[in-house]
């Protein structure tokens, strides 16, 4: 399963160059033919769609317990990241499916950071032995995160439809940690597990994790199977948000809401209200992203190749086998698209959080079938709506 993918972050502090310098919220590069190009910080890489769980919210429908035949090869694979370390450097998260059902995962993981990338791994967790625990740090991959979505076995394994994926999962955290490999618990909040929030938190702190990423459910793939009933409504996002905010000023672990880029206005009305500034000091790297990344600089690379904005935007810019990477990131009009807020419609359009949330592009794209459309899972009326509406 593919979890969190818009915003893993590295190491905390690795969302900035190699020489510490941390990225501004709209990173370019000027190109040589002078167009300024949008800087890639976080690329997922769907190594293969062959999984050994089920699970009720994963991105896709068609996951195997084999790997697929049409999975990039070894070959492809090296020449994809050949051309992805041509133009840019981002952080690349080999995730899938389970990547570590593919032989040659470590090979891929030793030629990009040959190449100067910083890798990380997005995992089930329950593959992972002493040995592959070792071999994850020998190689240097630089964290692990590893999805957990509920405070106990009974919930966890209900979601991931497989009995022991809990205890498992558990286990190769521990052999991650006794190898001394970082570890990031990533959770999908949704109806299942919602009041297991304060339980989850505080198991990552006991198996410590350094990270707790909380994904907010996008209905795609096996999403929209179970959406209507485990979806949280808007008014409960709005109040584990809020939560998520007053737990993160506890810094006991590197907090991030994924895919609920409405945190982005809840951090700062929060800060407003409470008289704090916003900044490093006050809120760490929240401070340096923004909600929705997708395509502009976080993107999704499918098994087959296929470039999407994000792993929940099934809106596809291109295919590595056919095109550089460079050329697709830089000039699909996709892309294009999605780097003008200012294309945005209904209340996004006209809100004042538009630069720091944007709202999810994939949730209304699933829900009207138009990318640009409002975030429909967002509370805030924004005042100039407020206005036309008390106009008409
Ligand atoms: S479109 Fe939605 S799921 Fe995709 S990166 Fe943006 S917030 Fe996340
Ligand atoms: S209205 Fe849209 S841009 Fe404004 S806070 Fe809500 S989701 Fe974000």
Request: proline share 5%; hydrophobic share 35%.
């Amino acid at each position: 399963m593919l979890n969190n993918t818009c915003s893993l972050k590295v190491n905390g502090a690795k969302e900035s160059t190699r020489e510490g310098k941390s990225l501004p919220r709209t990173a370019h590069h000027r190109h040589p033919g002078g167009k300024k190009q949008p800087v890639l910080r976080l690329l997922f890489w769907e190594t293969t769609t062959g999984c050994n769980l089920e699970c009720a919210h994963c991105r896709r429908l068609d996951v195997s317990q084999r790997l697929a035949k049409s999975d990039l090869t070894t070959e492809e694979g090296l020449a994809f990241i050949d051309a992805l370390t041509a133009t840019q450097k981002p952080i690349l998260v080999f995730s899938g499916g389970e990547p570590l059902m593919r032989p040659d995962i470590f090979e891929l993981a030793a030629y990009a950071i040959g190449r100067g990338l910083i890798v990380a791994l997005a995992t089930n967790g329950t593959l992972v032995t002493d040995q592959i625990a070792a071999k994850i740090k020998s190689v240097g991959i630089d964290r692990v995160s590893i999805s957990i979505d509920g405070e106990n076995a009974e919930t966890h394994d209900g979601f991931r439809r497989l009995p022991g994926s809990f205890d498992r999962a558990l286990e190769g955290i521990a052999y991650l940690r006794a190898h001394d490999v970082p570890v990031q618990i990533n959770s999908t909040v949704a109806k299942h597990n919602d009041d297991q929030l304060p339980g989850i938190y505080d198991l990552a702190i006991d198996v410590g994790a350094i990270a707790l990423h909380l994904f907010m459910l996008v209905p795609v793939g096996c999403g929209v199977q179970i959406a209507d009933s485990v979806m949280l409504s808007a008014e409960r996002q709005e109040e584990v948000l809020h939560w998520f905010y007053d737990k993160s000023k506890e810094k006991a672990l590197q907090m991030k809401a994924t895919c609920a880029p409405h945190y982005y206005r809840i951090m700062r009305q929060r800060a407003q209200a409470e008289g704090t500034k916003i900044d490093r000091s006050t809120h760490g790297m929240a401070v340096l992203t923004k909600g929705c990344l997708a395509g502009t600089s976080v993107c999704f690379v499918s098994h087959k190749g296929q470039v999407f904005p994000c792993g929940y935007l099934p809106v596809e810019a291109g295919n590595v086998r056919h095109q550089p990477f460079g050329e697709i990131w830089e000039n699909a009009s996709l892309f294009e698209t999605l780097r003008r807020p200012e294309l945005l419609k209904g209340k996004c359009g006209v809100c004042e959080y538009i630069k720091v949330c944007g709202g999810c592009r994939a949730r209304a794209y699933g829900e009207v079938g138009d990318l640009l459309e409002e975030e429909p899972y967002c509370i805030y009326q924004p005042p100039i709506q407020i206005s036309k509406t008390l106009d008409n």
